[in-house]
């Protein structure tokens, strides 16, 4: 056992799944352990939410392709800080800590996988190279089934290696918001009999918004609403598609948000039209808000949702798939309460942060003792 830290490596702290739940970790930790957070790629809006007198954070900076600096300067960060254990947050960072870590004394790194790209397949150089890359202490992490079987199946890690912890949620944020709820629906620009559909992800090819837009072609003349929350590089181009669309009275995109339980709890129905994920947080927080949701049914989703229970899963890519599921949460009350009420209780039950965050801390402390400060 050890006094020394945890290192939590990332890519930055933008706003995405992975960096929430990195942060709400280090905040967690931090109670009980001394915790430092190194980015490899820059800072991000999410940095403002530690408490820098007991989570310190640093850039190691990254170049694009195998930067063998970025592996030097990490290799330095790790001779400095001593860490008793390292949280490397998505593949890269773990790569890039296995091969600095192998320059330097030993340390052991818990690789948390947080979702994979698409589409997602098998190369065989990397499927080799991580059996090297694994050491005899280190611990992998999926956050969800489908994420466990893509690093066995398509990045060589060996089954028995690899945990699955459910991402989590804090629904005590949530508890509090429905008070605010026509405030909110007032700032959306909802009349009474308007049905909000919210959409919270970053703007990204992956989040697939242009079939979320499509969707609201067949659904101009009718009461539901689109409401897309978030920032990214596709933002911009979605903006102009629904202005191409004459969209603007049924959709409407808000940008970054931090409001995120209000603006949930302000809505009727949840969106998310991925093309691939692993346990996406929003939906899980939409849960928390009680909201049915519908989804693509791709990655780990199915694992959060269950369809016809909590919500309505549809085929990725396929527009007249959503504009028919939300039509019908749209038209039928009792419905939308029913998924609501079943998607809370799931919620509290399998996502709960007090639940994600033990089984984190159980692992983390086989490498650093309690109250070590």
Request: include cysteine.
């Amino acid at each position: 056992m050890s006094e020394r830290c945890i290192l939590e490596v990332l890519h930055s702290l933008d706003y995405g799944g992975a960096e929430v739940l990195a942060v709400r970790l280090a905040q967690r930790f931090s109670i009980k352990y001394p915790v430092a957070i190194a980015l490899i790629d820059g800072r991000g809006p999410l940095e403002k939410h530690l408490d820098t007198q007991r989570i310190r954070t640093c850039v190691i900076g990254r170049t694009p392709g195998l930067d063998w600096g970025c592996v030097f300067r990490l290799r330095r960060m790790l001779m400095e800080r001593m860490p008793a254990v390292i949280i490397a947050h998505q593949y890269t960072p773990f790569f890039y800590c296995s091969v600095a870590r192998s320059l330097v004394k030993h340390f052991p790194i818990i690789y948390v996988e947080h979702g994979r790209f698409y589409p997602d397949h098998k190369k065989l150089r990397r499927f080799l190279f991580n059996r090297f890359l694994l050491r005899k202490n280190d611990v992998i992490v999926a956050v969800g089934h489908a994420v466990k079987r893509a690093l066995v199946e398509n990045e060589g890690f060996p089954a028995r290696r690899v945990s699955v912890i459910y991402n989590g949620v804090d629904s005590r944020r949530f508890d509090s918001c429905f008070a605010k709820r026509n405030d909110y629906r007032r700032l959306l620009g909802a009349m009474p009999d308007d049905v909000i559909v919210t959409h919270v992800a970053r703007f990204d090819p992956l989040k697939d918004h242009l079939t979320a837009v499509k969707a609201m072609q067949d659904l101009r003349n009718s009461a539901i609403k689109l409401v897309l929350v978030g920032d990214g590089p596709t933002r911009t181009e979605v903006e102009a598609i629904v202005r191409d669309m004459k969209l603007g009275d049924s959709v409407q995109v808000l940008g970054y948000r931090e409001d995120i339980p209000e603006i949930l709890m302000a809505s009727d129905i949840f969106l998310l039209t991925s093309l691939n994920e692993g346990i996406p947080v929003t939906i899980i927080e939409a849960m928390m808000a009680g909201l049915p949701v519908v989804a693509t049914e791709v990655g780990g989703v199915s694992e959060i949702v269950v369809n016809g229970e909590t919500g309505l899963l549809v085929p990725p890519g396929n527009p007249d798939a959503i504009a028919k599921a939300l039509r019908q949460l749209a038209t039928d009350v009792d419905l939308r309460i029913r998924l609501g009420r079943a998607g809370r209780q799931r919620a509290e039950i399998l996502f709960s942060e007090d639940r994600m965050f033990a089984e984190y801390d159980a692992i983390v402390s086989r490498f650093i003792t309690p109250n070590a400060q």
